[in-house]
Each structure stands twice: as C-alpha cells, then as structure tokens.
Antibody, heavy 121, light 105 residues
Framework: EVHLLESGGGLVQPGGSLRLSCVAS????????MSWVRQAPGKGLEWVSGISGSGDSKYYADSVKGRFIISRDNSKNTLFVQMNSLRAEDTAIYYCAKRVTAGKAYYFDYWGQGILVTVSS | SYELFQPLSVSVALGQTASLTCGGS??????VHWYQQKPGQAPVLVIYRDNNRPSGIPERFSGSNSGNTATLTISRAQGGDEADYYCQVWDTSGVFGGGTKLTVL
C-alpha cells in the first residue's frame, strides 16, 4: 500500500525558512516524479514544485521560483522542499503527491495527509 | 498560462445525476483528471485521463472531455459524494481548476 507522510510544518515568521519532508513507502520511489501541491486556507489546490525520479530535473511554479528548492533522497525514500524567504501568502497545507506519467498524461494518484505551514509574525 | 474554470457550487438531489464542468481553451485536446476532496482530508483521484476510474472508485463516477469543456458525472448521487471536486491538466506545469463544491440535497 502506498503511503506518503509529510513533516516539518509549523509557524514561521515572514522572511523565515522551513524545510518540509515527505517519507514514501509502498512503491519504488526512485521511479516516480514527486510533487508538492499546496492549498491556502479555504482556497483551491496549487501545484508548487516537482522533481524527476533521479532528482536531475526540477520544476517550480512562478510563485515560488527562486525561493523554494525541491530535492529528494532516493536512498531514504524521502522528498524535501526547502522554503526560504517565506511570505504570508505561502500559508497553506502542503501536500506531497506521487505523479503518474502515462504518455502525455500527468496526474497525482496518491497524496499525503498534508502538513500546515503558517507564515505570520 | 493555461487556466481552468469550474463553477463554485453545484447542487443535486439525492439519487439524481450531477454534472460538474471544467472549462478551458481546447481542453478536449488535453488529458483531464478529477479529484475529490472532503473537508479536512487530502484529495483523492476519482477520474484520470478524461474517463478512467482508479480501482476502488464507484462506477457512478464517469468523465468526458470535448471541445472547451470536460465534465465529471456522478450518477445516483449519495450523501457521501458531498465534497469539493477539482479538475487538473498538465500544461507546462500542473494546473488545477478552482474547484466546485457539490451539495447533495
């Protein structure tokens, strides 16, 4: 059974940093693109970042480019995102998601339970 | 950047059919996926590649996609179907619609 478990969230001041982790199990982690998707309070889903199975290719939404860094440790089946220069608008639940690639179709078949990040003074 | 448009809310009578739409420019040329999210829970994939159901998703859930509109259809709606539903495509990155809140009356 696939399981994704996020950790590392919490309260941080504007301008501060936070590192989220997501431990995966139940599938061959290194074979899959992994992503972070966030959801601001009462709002919809927003794709944030993705990383290839090898970790060589990384992708970011414009809203976080230059501030967030995605990475992975395939030996530990763990996905990370280093979030720097945090802003109030980064306040959200952050989900780790496993991405399926099927031809030109890309979608998320498993999600973690999410972790809350609050940016406030 | 590519945008997806969903109505904020849809209501359906218990046992009837709900149609949730997702609009986008030539969306019929893209693969559309749908997620169900209940309060306090993570999203769950209910339809992928326009009209395919993951294992464990009831046959009551179906999808279609043509022209500028994709549709998620929920037949014989139940109280347990009340949730937010999001459509998603891939452009140069992941794109989600704003979500539709489904109410079962």
């Amino acid at each position: 059974e696939v399981h994704l478990l996020e950790s590392g969230g919490g309260l941080v001041q504007p301008g501060g940093s936070l590192r989220l982790s997501c431990v995966a199990s139940g599938f061959t982690f290194s074979n899959y693109v992994m992503s972070w998707v966030r959801q601001a309070p009462g709002k919809g889903l927003e794709w944030v970042s993705g990383i290839s199975g090898s970790g060589d290719s990384k992708y970011y939404a414009d809203s976080v480019k230059g501030r967030f860094i995605i990475s992975r440790d395939n030996s530990k089946n763990t996905l990370f995102v280093q979030m720097n220069s945090l802003r109030a608008e980064d306040t959200a639940i952050y989900y780790c998601a496993k991405r399926v690639t099927a031809g030109k179709a890309y979608y998320f078949d498993y999600w973690g339970q999410g972790i809350l990040v609050t940016v406030s003074s | 950047s590519y945008e997806l448009f969903q109505p904020l809310s849809v209501s359906v009578a218990l046992g009837q059919t709900a149609s949730l739409t997702c609009g986008g420019s030539d969306i019929g040329t893209k693969n559309v996926h749908w997620y169900q999210q209940k309060p306090g829970q993570a999203p769950v994939l209910v339809i992928y590649r326009d009209n395919n159901r993951p294992s464990g998703i009831p046959e009551r859930f179906s999808g279609s996609n043509s022209g500028n509109t994709a549709t998620l259809t929920i037949s014989r709606a139940q109280g347990g179907d009340e949730a937010d539903y999001y459509c998603q495509v891939w452009d140069t990155s992941g794109v989600f619609g704003g979500g539709t809140k489904l109410t079962v009356l």
